[in-house]
């Protein structure tokens, strides 16, 4: 449980020698509890002490790594319990699950879809990062040399390996060690056994029972046992659990501070109906949900969800910006067209991609207008004819272009004349509204 001001205060070795920058080692006590100072800015408090507040300090909700290197994920971290407070940091991981009984062929037909699922949207790449490798055929032998084509197949994969038996996790789980695994799971029959192997190999382990409660009780022990890095899986049978559990364990955290529950959550969603399997995942995504493990992996389940994912994991008081300059789309020459937007993302991909679909070779200027989209840069001040001429003349695409003529969004035709009369010897040109419009604009223009 988190401590008060007042119960960190009597830990403290209350001298008020101000080392810490505060006054008093009552201000300090304050600080810390609010989460607003670091322990370590105290020189002289006791180990002792050190380790309780550490304890208590600590984040509601553990944060750690799984995969190896760059495209390693991490899980955890969160602070609040809705969005719009702040923000959600670590996006929810999603995974593919794979059962070794599976023929070589099949498992390397599988690991390749998770290998090859990356996107780009919005200046984002998006895949699907994990692989569940499921100890169905009862045979070590077996599970090893699936792991062995699966990490072959799918280097860069986060591998979970699901697996509950010690003497089939134990030779898989030294062979990809390095790659930073996750064991699931842990139950009430097999947790020392398990905690063993994570324990020594250094590794996560997934903990899994029945709703919050027995959960709590099996973290306590599993840690008790020295693992650290636990990943919760609250067992939820339908959707109306899932929202159920995963809150109150998020709730219990974040609220509460209640340790035990103060973990990375992981829902198997697999269903038979990949509809219904899709709308599952997009509930446990939306409902905190650190992992999220699927029967398949498709393109139209994964571009619903990585949308899903992305949107929820943006940041909301920070709009999705691209930098201000002179894109070139294509090959374009000096007699290419010239056109204007803002430097909202979603806005700069879209009109980036038509104007590709036209397949005329253009020059875009995007101008930093605090990631607002055109409209409502315009309605806020920031898009109007004195700042553009402005940004046209620093920009250089004078240099880049011979025509002098500036293509500008349709939605914002009433500044063409002020922008004439600021932008002396150029040629406003109002283009279409919306950016499909684009191509049939600048193909009529090309002919
Ligand atoms: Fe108190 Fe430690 Fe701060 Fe000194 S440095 S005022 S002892 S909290």
Redesign the pocket.
């Known amino acids: 449980m988190a401590l008060s001001g007042i119960e960190i205060f009597k830990l ?2 209350k ?6 920058g ?1 006054p ?2 009552l201000a ?1 006590a304050m600080a810390l509890a609010q989460g607003k100072a670091e322990i370590a800015k ?4 006791s180990e002792d002490a050190k380790n309780k507040l550490g304890e208590a300090s600590a984040p509601p909700i553990k944060t750690f790594t799984l995969g190896k290197e760059e495209k390693a994920v991490k899980l955890g971290g969160e602070t609040v319990i809705f969005r719009h407070d702040k923000k959600f940091f670590n996006p929810t991981v999603l995974g593919l699950n794979i059962k070794d009984t599976l023929s070589d062929e099949e498992l390397t037909k599988k690991a390749k879809e998770v290998a090859d699922s990356e996107i780009e949207r919005v200046g984002q790449k998006l895949r699907v990062e994990a692989i569940s490798l499921e100890y169905v055929s009862k045979d070590p032998k077996r599970f090893e040399s699936a792991v062995r084509v699966i990490v072959e197949n799918a280097p860069d994969a986060v591998i979970i390996l699901n697996c509950n038996d010690p003497s089939a996790l134990e030779p898989a789980i030294k062979m990809i060690a390095d790659r930073k695994p996750l064991i699931y799971c842990a139950t009430e029959d097999n947790a020392e056994a398990l905690a063993n192997i994570a324990k020594t190999n250094r590794v996560p382990l997934a903990v899994s029972a029945e709703g919050p409660d027995a959960l709590s009780t099996l973290t306590e022990r599993i840690k008790g046992m020295g693992v650290e890095d636990i990943v919760i899986d609250p067992q939820p049978k339908n959707a109306r659990e899932l929202i159920h559990y995963n809150t109150i364990i998020r709730r219990s955290a974040l609220k509460k501070g209640f340790k035990p529950l103060g973990y990375p959550i992981i829902n198997f969603v697999i269903k038979e109906d990949p509809i219904l399997e899709a709308n599952i995942a997009s509930i446990a995504i939306a409902k905190y949900a650190s992992i999220v493990i699927l029967s398949s992996v498709e393109r139209w389940k994964n571009l619903a969800l990585f949308t899903l994912r992305q949107n929820i994991y943006t940041d909301p008081q920070v709009p999705m910006q691209v930098e201000q300059k002179i894109y070139k789309i294509g090959e374009p020459t000096p007699d290419s067209p010239l056109m204007i937007t803002t430097n909202f993302s979603l806005t700069y991909f879209i009109v980036a991609g038509e104007i590709e679909n036209s397949k005329v070779p253009s020059w875009l200027a995007v101008m930093d207008c605090e990631g607002l989209s055109v409209l409502t840069a315009w309605a806020a001040g920031k898009f109007v004819a004195s700042k553009i001429a402005n940004f046209i003349k620093e920009s250089g695409v004078e240099n880049m272009v011979k025509n002098r003529e500036l293509i500008i969004p349709g939605q914002v035709a009433i500044l063409s004349g002020a922008l004439e009369d600021k932008l002396e010897g150029w040629k406003v040109t109002v283009g279409p509204r919306e950016a499909n419009g684009l191509p049939t604009f600048l193909k009529s223009r090309a002919a």
């Open positions: 403290l070795p001298t008020n020698c101000k080392k810490c505060f008093t080692c300090f105290c020189p002289d408090i």
